[in-house]
């Protein structure tokens, strides 16, 4: 299946370019770089040589999906494990 706007939460975001464009931490707001790692709680940004942790709630990713089209999609929405928030989705 492929990855689209409607359908984002179904996938795998690991590897996925991202950028965060709102956060209750101002500090990290234009963090960018790709997606390595993900919690129930965080994605984990490789930008540079550094990896940033960042809290899903309360900030606003732009992911880059691989077809080339862009999304804005709020952290809390992917907040919970990754396998659960497919689940959950499925459930509305």
């Known amino acids: ?10 996938h795998e ?15 990290l707001v234009g963090v960018e770089g790709t997606i390595v790692y993900e ?8 930008s540079g040589e550094r990896v ?6 309360g900030t ?4 880059t ?3 080339g089209g862009k999304i804005m999609v709020p952290g ?3 907040v919970g494990r ?3 928030r497919v689940k959950r989705i499925g459930r509305r």
Request: glycine share 2%; charged share 30%; aromatic share 6%.
């Open 1 to 10: 299946m492929r990855r689209t706007p409607r359908n984002l939460a179904y």
């Open 13 to 27: 975001l690991i590897g996925l370019p991202a950028r965060v464009v709102e956060s209750l931490d101002p500090s």
């Open 39 to 46: 919690t129930m709680n965080t994605l984990w940004i490789r």
């Open 52 to 57: 940033k942790k960042i809290l899903k709630r």
């Open 60 to 63: 606003t990713f732009l992911i």
């Open 65 to 67: 999906l691989p077809e």
């Open 76 to 78: 809390d929405k992917l």
């Open 82 to 84: 990754p396998e659960d």
